[in-house]
């Protein structure tokens, strides 16, 4: 965990002082609000109907590309298990680079939409099987997604979103997640 400030914040420094090309954009920062479900894929225990909730952060780079920081949780049933944990949720924070597609003037396309890779920290909590006792398992991993916006006005500053993501981490109980997020976003 020590290291993981530093470094987050060296990128979020950088993402502020690397020369980037908005203009062509129409924007500099993206904000968003997502809400969706998800689980975890290597336990059929709890599906995939678990209320998952996300907020973004991203910078632009260059032309298409973008630096972006997610924050979310994903909120598992008081009934469900995860290997030896019941009553299971799992924070995240992942740092992503992003390359987006812009719809061609003329091309009847409306929705921009991008992938993204990235590494992140995830903490997974919950009560031990064997004596009850709240536990916790942390870990570094990989997330990787796809993405897209809806512009909702004229601006084209506000949007539907919705994304679709896979996150892998070296956690004992799970290992393996994914999630289906809509929401807002706002660019300025």
Do not use: C
């Not at 680079?97 to 396309?109: D, I, K, Q, V």
């Not at 099987?129 to 536990?135: A, C, F, R, T, V």
């Not at 398992?137 to 994304?163: C, I, Y």
């Amino acid at each position: 965990m020590k290291r993981i400030i530093p470094v987050t914040t060296l990128l979020l420094v950088a993402s502020f002082v690397i020369p980037r090309s908005a203009e062509a954009q129409g924007y500099t920062f993206t904000v968003n609000g997502l809400l969706g479900v998800g689980g975890s894929i290597d336990e059929t225990d709890p599906g995939f109907g678990n209320l998952n909730w996300q907020l973004g952060f991203s910078n632009v780079l260059e032309e298409r590309t973008h630096f972006g920081i997610r924050v979310g949780g994903l909120e598992f049933g008081s009934k469900d298990r995860l290997g030896d944990l019941t009553n299971p949720d799992l924070k995240y924070i992942t740092l992503a680079g992003e390359y987006r597609e812009r719809p061609a003037a003329g091309s009847g396309r409306f929705m921009e939409t991008g992938v993204f890779l990235g590494l992140g920290y995830y903490q997974l909590n919950g009560d031990s099987i064997e004596d009850g006792q709240n536990e916790s398992q942390k870990s570094l991993g990989l997330t990787v997604g796809v993405t897209g916006d809806l512009p909702l006005n004229r601006k084209r500053n506000v949007a539907l979103r919705v994304e679709l993501q896979g996150h892998w981490a070296d956690l004992e109980a799970a290992s393996l997640f994914a999630m289906a997020q809509v929401g807002i976003s706002y660019r300025f």
